[in-house]
Structures are given as C-alpha cells and as structure tokens.
C-alpha cells in the first residue's frame, strides 16, 4: 500500500509548509488542500464584481508554458492570471523542438533572463513539472497544468471545489470515476487529492485494459462493472476517452465503449438520488455520456468550468505569495 | 498586554462617533447610506454603527488581502473570510469603519478594493483610534480617540463580543 | 619486472584459494601463488599486508561509447576508468555507431584499446546485420577478427525465424550466442510495471515483457542446441526460468548488472532519471530472487552494464532521457557491500566478476593460475571513499550512486605483469 507523504522530498511545500509549487495532490496534507478549497472560496465571486480583478499579483509575469497544445486550459490559466493583475505570455513549444533536454534548459533559462516569476507548465511526459521546478531558480514557482499520465492537479482540486460546494464536506461520499483510467492524469490527481480529503469510498470503473496494473495500491475500489461501480456514489467523474484510443489494441469500437461504459440516465439511476456529474471536458456525447446526462439536472459540467478560474487564482496566489 | 480601555469605555466611543456620523451626514445631507467594516476589527465596529444608526442596506465586510501592498514580502494569509459587499456600491455614500488608523496603507487597500466593486458616491471614514502616524494622505471623518504611541508600541482590538483595547 | 606481491589475503575462486600467502610474477605472468619460486629474484616488493588481493575483474559489458559517441565517452577514458577500477578485461557490446558488423570495427577497437593500454577490450560481434534483426551478420569473420560472441545487444529480434537461424548459424561457427531478452511490444516503457508506475504515470514495462521473450528463445535454445547467454536479467520469474532450463540440461548461462542488486522501483520516485534503465529497477522481491540466483549459481556473473552518459542526455523529464548508469567504479565497492551485508558470501561475489564472466566469454582470465597472464586487483576492503562527479574517473557521471559513501577501494591494479594503477 503505497500512501500519501511519499515523495522523499517534497519540493511543492517551503519551509515553513507553505504551498510553493503546485504539481501534484500527492503528499499534500488535508490542512493545505483545504487551505486551497478556502482561498479559492475567497476568489469565487471576484468574477461577479463591476471589476473582475483584484491587485495581487500585479506587477508579476506569468508565463504559460504549453509543450503540448490545450486551449481550454490554457484559456483559464489565462484568465485566471489576469483577474490576479498579472502580465501573462503565452508560449506554445511544439514538443518536437525540445526533445532534447537541452532545449527544454535553454527555453527555461531564456524565460528567467525575461524576468519571469511563474511557468505553468503542460507537457506530454509524466514528471515534466517536477523537473521543471528542480531546475528554475529558487524566486520562480511552477504550476502542472498536466503532466503526461502523471498529474493534472488544479483540475482535481476543481472538482473537489464542486463537490464540496453541493456537499459541503468529503467525509462519508462515495466518488466513482470513470473512464480512461490508465492514461488519465486527472484521475491520478483526483485519487490522491480525494483520498487525503476524506472520502469514504473512491472507485474506478473500467475495462481490464484501460487500468494500469497495481490500481489497488492508489487507495481505489477497481470496477469492471459500470452498474456495479455506480450503485449509491455520491459523485460521478467521466473522463474524456481520446479518439485514438476508440479503437486498437485498447478498446475495439467507441460504440461498444459506449455499451458498457457510457453513462445514460438508466444507469445513472443506480448512483445515489443526489448523485453529481462531473466531466473534466471536452465532453464525448454519445462516447462516454449520453446528453440527456450531461444536460440534465445532476450535471455540473458548466460549474466546473467557471469554478476553475477559482482555484487557479487560489494557487497561483498561494505559490506566488509563498516567501522562504 | 495591557488592557487601556475596557469594553464599557470603547462601547461609549461607539456611541459618540455613531453621534458625530449621524451629524456628518446630515450636514451634508447624504441619504442612501451604506455601511463596510474591514476585517476583523473594523467589522465588530461597523456591525455597532450599523445598528445604532439604523441604516436599512445590509452591512458590508470587506477583507483586504487581495489588496495589500506587502503580499510579495508576507504571502496570502491562509483562510481568510472573503469580502461581502451585499448591495450595489455604484452611487452610494459608503460609510468605511476600521478599528485603528496607523499608516493608512489598509484604507488606500480598502478604498481600492471598493472601487472595484463600482463608484460610491461619497466614502466617509471612521475610526475608533487615531495613532496620527498616517505614511499616506488620508485623515479620518470621525474619530472615537486620538491616541499617541512611543515607536514598537501597538495597540489592539480583541473582541467580537466584548472590545477591549489592548497594548503590547 | 619480477613483482613479488607479499602478505595480502588472495581470494582466487577458480582455485578455491582464500589466504594470506605472496605472489609471484615475471614476464607478464604469474609464476607462483605460496612459495618462492626456484631463482626467484625480486625487484619490486609490493607489500599489501591488510588488503585483498583478487585476479583482474572481467566485466561482461560495458559500453565504452567508441566508436560513435565521443561526446558521452571514449576507450582512452573509459578504460583508465576501468583500470582505476580493477577491471583488467571489459567486453564491449556491438551497439556501437557503427554496430560491430564488420572486421574493421573490431580492429580499431582493439587497436584503440592497445594504444591506452589501462585494460584488455574484448568485442561481441553483431548477431545481425547492423542490429536490425533481419539479416544475418557475417559471424565466421567477425570471429576471426577477434569477437568473443555474438549478440544483437539491447536491439530485440523479433522475427522468430530470424532468431532460430541466427542461433543455428552461431552453432555453425562455433559463438555463444548473448541475448537480452525483451518483447519489443510489451517492453516499449520507461520502468518497472508496478505500483509506482502507476503512481507516477510511467508508461511500464510489465515482467512479461522480459519473460515472454526468454521462454521463446529458450524453446529456440533448446532447438538449435546453440551455446547462449542472457544479459541483464531483471525478474525473478526469469531465474526461475533459467533455473528449469539449467535442469533440462540447456547451455545457457545469464548474468544481472551490479546495479540490479541494489536498486528498486522505489528509487525512481521522484522522477530520478539516474535510475532510468533498461530492463527496468523493478520490484523488491525480484531484487531478493536475483541476490538469490547469484547464491545459488543460476546467475553465473555479475557486470557493470556500464553506460556512460553526457549531463544532457540525463537532464529532461524521465521518459525523455537516455537509460543507463555509469557503473565501472562502483562496481567492486557495491559487490563488497552485498559482501559485508552478508547478502552473499565474499568468494562466490568475486567468482562472478572473475572467473565466471571469462568462462562465458571463452577467455584464459581471472583466476590466479600460474601461467596465466598476470591480470590483477589488490584492493583495501575497509577504505572508505566517496562517490562525486569529481571523483569519477570515467566520463559518464551519471550514477544514483552519487553521493554514496562506498567501502573498498582498489590500490593497484596489474594488467599483464604491469602496475596500471597504483592509488
């Protein structure tokens, strides 16, 4: 059983315990992902002002670091920068340019010569974030806004945000989370940040070969049975399942996907009569959920969006305000 | 710490400077009042004035943490209580109510912070203390008392049911 | 030079020796192990009085990066290494730029390795041709220049006809065959199929990938009756493997990199891509199986697997950097630390870098039989040393063992009756 806590070293924190990166749920105490969920509770209606802005970060430069293409998410890291006050870049790398390492150092250090103070990073290989943040100067913070199959933290602590809005707490909820297990860095970051919350129950639902081996050892219920999975959860959170995963050595047919795993409102009446829809997005209709679900009353699809400004001002905020 | 007023003293300030405002105002004839405290201590104030000069718009916190001018030397203050201006601000005459004036830097915050929010007609500033020590151009309307401190001296609110005013 | 090299304790496996006596060594050779011999005369006394006196280590593979990649490293460099180090012969996989498919490659290695003349450098001869497993390579020349197997190194064959009629033409020259057994579809990650692959988001390399792969060439083995050996075996399912094969009677022998035995999965937490390699660190309990498998014999040696690398090479997210570990100099110290951690036992260590690995190779080296070149490693078992970028000799820094304080240290090393070393 491998537990929270575990990185030896645990770069996202200072020394005073404060929050300095953001890469990962993982090894995060309760106390500091709570802190999260308030602060970003405090940012929650800026959006709502005459003036959708509050001074924070002004005078500081945000750069979005995209090593792999992303509108949605860099769109809310964006504004999010700009309702903190913050002069933002954005810098699209094509991953193909920095394959090698050097590249990838030559980019960073041209970013800290312009004075830069945080990189958001999203890249296709698991652990990018992590690396990034060891090798930028002790004054700049990092942000994963996706690493490979390895973390997508801001979009867990979002749905955590959802959750706890309906719910108002974690303990004693059961969250199921369906999907593309085995590729999905939401779902790792969501088990992490779910489990160190307080959650009674987590499960993932999916076929044998969309679940990484060792599953178990995260802290989840493992279900092959959507039906099964979904009986009395409090919470479902559908994963997008990329085209080219629909059909090959993963999963023969997007239809048959939809088969066993799509979510319609008859399955959906397994789950608990409360139960919330959660979807990462862009949503698959007719893959993974059926519309009647996903614009229905128990989807807060849209809430997660606008909740996702939020916490990406909480964070950005926490790392930028977090002196040694 | 050393209690310097007790709380039936500092009830009694809060009544004449609820006095003085209603004089403030009525002077200037300004109607469609609305009243904001400023976290922590200000609130406790202002909650007083709200009900001693009977003002029908709700009361408004105001929590100046975005707004600070030391965030990148001291970070974010973990769990703050979020501002909550529950009426319009565009064209009211705002009454703004903290518990010590010192440097002036969390009224030039709050008056940003405000403005934010939309364009009050008037902003009028009341004070239980004045320490007269201002950094930045602002004077109090109304003042409860005038207080002088030796440097490294501070003076505190404790509350929220009984204000008492502290030194350490 | 006659050398006498007096009161050390010589541990000599081939010979079942372990004791505190003299050798003694003239014109390249050595002469005698106990007593002087007849009109002996010494001209050089080296008195190791307290140190360990063992023959020359022979390390089965390491990649020495010439020629072809210069700036990772190059035989100059890596064989003082290897001599800082007490290796005396070093084998070197075909896997260079370009492969070891033709005569000319193998002569200027050795003509390189000659000329530095810190180590003896043997060469694997490609198994086909340019590594790309379709054709075959000209083993019968390759062998007549001086290879002492054949091999595809690190590249997988996966045409299963390929295979069997390279293995069947090895037997027609005569080769061992040296195979690295992995699936290329199943072992296409980055590290150890476990629960930290997918705690981290690793794309793994499930146990299959490598056992899949060994029980069909073993099948292949026991058709073509070909002479193999399996490099860098990882899983403890593979010993087991093994093991049934040794029973069935099956010429094979297989080795594990020193590396192997120390390390886990667990070490390539936090994205350390100084345990990036290939086959994966993998789980605690296939450690313990391989330590085991060294006990008990299945495993027959013990090598670095050296790779050295440049400082960019290892500094990207993990997936992206090259796998491999800088393993000449830590070789011996982290023997001795199984040795001292009564994992096992001193003798039969030593057996699998001396002795064992030369068997495999085919070559007259480490032991201390009189008559056989005078290859040799004297080191202190109980100096302490410190592993820094500074302190490595080899041009490949890239070790997780930096920052180690290791136990032992090689004192002199003697290649062919010559000090190549001395601290």
């Given at each position: 059983m491998i537990t929270a806590e575990k990185l030896p070293e645990n770069i996202q924190v200072n020394k005073k315990g404060r929050l300095k990166h953001f890469l990962t749920t993982e090894g995060l105490s309760r106390q500091l992902l709570t802190e999260i969920l308030d602060t970003a509770e405090n940012f929650a209606g800026v959006g709502e002002r005459a003036v959708k802005k509050v001074p924070l970060l002004r005078g500081k430069t945000i750069a979005n670091l995209f090593f792999e293409p992303s509108t949605r998410t860099r769109t809310t890291f964006e504004l999010a920068a700009k309702r903190l006050s913050a002069d933002v870049l954005n810098i699209n790398i094509e991953s193909s340019a920095t394959k090698k390492g050097e590249s990838l150092q030559d980019t960073l250090q041209t970013l800290e010569s312009m004075h830069c103070d945080m990189f958001v990073v999203r890249h296709a290989n698991s652990g990018a974030a992590h690396f990034i943040a060891s090798m930028v100067s002790p004054g700049i913070r990092v942000i994963n806004a996706g690493d490979g199959r390895h973390a997508h933290p801001t979009q867990a602590m979002l749905d955590a945000f959802t959750i706890r809005r309906h719910r108002g707490r974690f303990s004693g909820l059961k969250i199921a989370i369906v999907g593309d297990i085995m590729h999905s860095r939401v779902a790792r970051s969501e088990i992490h940040a779910f489990n160190t919350l307080g959650v009674k129950e987590l499960r993932v639902i999916a076929p044998k070969t969309l679940i990484p081996a060792y599953m178990q050892a995260l802290g989840v219920k493992v279900f092959h049975d959507l039906e099964a999975g979904l009986r009395g959860v409090d919470a479902v959170i559908m994963l997008r399942l990329q085209n080219e995963r629909m059909q090959g050595t993963l999963l023969p047919s997007a239809d048959e996907f939809f088969k066993m795993y799509g979510l319609t409102e008859e399955r959906l009446a397994h789950a608990d009569p409360e139960v919330m829809v959660l979807h990462p997005g862009p949503i698959n209709r007719g893959v993974e959920i059926d519309s009647e679900v996903a614009d229905g009353p128990r989807s807060v699809i849209l809430e997660q969006v606008s909740y996702g400004i939020a916490i990406r001002m909480a964070v950005m905020s926490m790392c930028m305000g977090s002196a040694e | 710490?050393?209690?310097?007023?007790?709380?039936?003293?500092?009830?009694?300030?809060?009544?004449?400077?609820?006095?003085?405002?209603?004089?403030?105002?009525?002077?200037?004839?300004?109607?469609?009042?609305?009243?904001?405290?400023?976290?922590?201590?200000?609130?406790?104030?202002?909650?007083?004035?709200?009900?001693?000069?009977?003002?029908?718009?709700?009361?408004?916190?105001?929590?100046?943490?975005?707004?600070?001018?030391?965030?990148?030397?001291?970070?974010?203050?973990p769990s703050v209580e979020p501002s909550n201006l529950p009426f319009d601000v565009e064209g009211k005459h705002i009454i703004l109510v903290d518990d010590i004036l010192y440097t002036g830097r969390t009224i030039r915050a709050a008056l940003n912070e405000i403005f934010d929010y939309g364009r009050p007609a008037s902003v009028t500033l009341a004070v239980l203390v004045d320490r007269g020590e201002q950094e930045l151009p602002f004077k109090a309307d109304v003042v409860g008392t005038t207080m002088s401190l030796s440097a490294g001296e501070h003076v505190k609110l404790t509350g929220p049911k009984k204000l008492t005013l502290v030194t350490k | 030079m006659n050398i006498c090299i007096s009161k050390g304790r010589v541990i000599d496996p081939a010979n079942g020796l372990d004791k505190v006596t003299n050798i003694y060594i003239s014109k390249g050779q050595i002469v005698a192990v106990g007593r002087k011999p007849p009109g002996f005369e010494v001209k050089k006394q080296i008195n190791v009085k307290g140190q360990i006196v063992i023959p020359g280590l022979v390390d089965l593979s390491a990649r020495i990066r010439e020629p072809g990649e210069h700036c990772k490293a190059n035989i100059a460099s890596e064989t003082r290494a290897a001599a800082i180090a007490g290796i005396t012969t070093l084998c070197c996989p075909p896997d260079t730029t370009p492969v070891i498919d033709t005569p000319a490659v193998i002569e200027l290695i050795h003509q390189r390795a000659d000329q530095s003349g810190q180590a003896k450098v043997v060469c694997l001869g490609a198994l086909t041709h340019g590594l790309q497993g379709q054709r075959l390579a000209e083993m019968y020349s390759l062998k007549e220049a001086g290879c002492v197997g054949v091999s595809n190194a690190m590249q997988a064959i996966p045409d299963t006809e390929v295979m069997s009629r390279a293995m069947e033409y090895a037997v027609t020259c005569d080769l061992t065959v040296f195979l690295q057994p992995e699936d290329p579809w199943l072992g296409g990650g980055h590290m150890h199929e476990g629960a930290y692959s997918t705690r981290m988001g690793i794309p793994p390399i499930p146990e299959t990938a490598e056992t899949v792969a060994l029980a069909r060439d073993l099948l292949l083995i026991e058709a073509t009756g070909v002479r193999a050996h399996f490099m860098r075996l990882s899983t403890a399912r593979s010993i087991e493997m093994i093991r049934d094969a040794r029973k069935r009677g099956l010429p094979v022998t297989a080795d594990v990199s020193i590396h192997q035995l120390h390390f886990t999965d667990k070490d390539t937490e936090n994205y350390n891509s100084l345990c990036h390699v290939k086959p994966p660190f993998r789980h605690h309990s296939d450690k313990e199986q391989l330590i085991a498998g060294v006990k008990d014999g299945t495993i027959t040696a013990i090598c670095s697997d050296h790779q050295p690398h440049d400082h960019d090479a290892k500094t990207a997210p993990f997936s992206m950097t090259e796998p491999g570990v800088s393993a000449l100099e830590v070789m011996l110290p982290l023997a001795i630390r199984l040795a001292d951690d009564g994992q096992i036992g001193l003798k039969t260590i030593i057996k699998t870098m001396t002795v064992a690995p030369a068997g495999i190779l085919g070559l007259e080296a480490g032991s201390l039989t009189p008559g056989s070149a005078a290859d040799l490693c004297i080191f202190d078992p109980e100096k302490n040393w410190m592993v820094t970028e500074k302190n490595l000799v080899s041009e490949g820094k890239n070790t997780p063992t930096l920052g180690w304080e290791m136990k032992g240290k090689v004192t002199h090393t003697i290649l062919n009756g010559r000090i190549v070393y001395k601290q």
């Open positions: - | 710490m050393t209690v310097i007023k007790n709380s039936e003293t500092i009830e009694e300030m809060i009544a004449k400077m609820a006095m003085d405002l209603k004089i403030f105002l009525k002077e200037r004839e300004r109607k469609d009042i609305a009243i904001i405290g400023i976290h922590t201590g200000g609130v406790w104030i202002a909650e007083r004035l709200h009900n001693l000069l009977k003002i029908k718009e709700p009361l408004g916190e105001l929590n100046i943490a975005f707004y600070r001018d030391d965030f990148s030397r001291i970070g974010m203050h | -």
